[in-house]
């Protein structure tokens, strides 16, 4: 008996479109100041390590509402963009050492999601987009919500969302 919505389904492997060139896999980490941020993380360098990957890191920052002034607006990103890098720096270090490959490093300006929906657009290495759930009763937080209710067709590869409720046992038994 067959199933009609895996008939055309093709099994057999690949032909490689690159001359057998091995492509590489990059898992993309959005950073912030969220719990789930290091169950994301913790996944992704654990999948990097299991395919030989790597990790992506991208910190978006939101611009400044306040610009009336242009110093004061001007300031305001440059304290911004500091305190990115160094949030960055602290992430890489720890990712360097979990998974043994130094991340790319993404700082971006603007609006979140259309931020990140243009760096997976331009960056062919990206393979998926790793996004770490809240554990609250409060929902799993806005870009969750935001990619599995809006956005997830507007993407070139697929998101996996990391529960923030697990445990780092869980995480390296599933990867």
């Given amino acids: ?45 654990r999948r990097a390590q299991r395919v030989g990957g790597r990790v992506a890191l991208v910190y978006v920052i939101q611009p ?13 990103r440059e304290e911004a963009r500091e305190e990115a ?6 992430i890489a270090e720890s990712v360097t050492r979990c998974s043994g ?17 243009e760096l997976i657009d331009e960056e062919d290495s990206i393979s998926l987009l790793v996004l770490g759930a809240a554990a609250g ?5 806005p870009l969750v919500s935001y990619f599995m209710e809006k956005a997830g067709g ?12 697990l445990s780092n046992e869980e995480i390296d038994s599933i990867t």
């Fill in 1 to 45: 008996m067959s199933d009609p919505r895996f008939e055309e389904m093709n099994c057999e492997p690949p032909t490689p479109k690159d001359g057998g060139k091995k492509k590489e896999f990059t898992f993309l980490c959005v950073v912030d100041d969220s719990d789930e941020l290091s169950r994301a993380v913790r996944f992704s360098c």
């Fill in 64 to 76: 400044a509402e306040f610009q009336h002034w242009m110093a004061v607006g001007d300031l305001m």
């Fill in 85 to 90: 890098e160094q949030l960055m720096s602290v």
């Fill in 101 to 117: 490959m130094t991340p790319a490093i993404y700082i971006r300006e603007g609006n979140t999601t259309e931020e990140l929906i």
């Fill in 137 to 141: 009763d409060d929902g799993p937080g």
């Fill in 154 to 165: 507007k993407l070139r590869v697929p998101i996996t969302v990391v529960p923030g409720s």
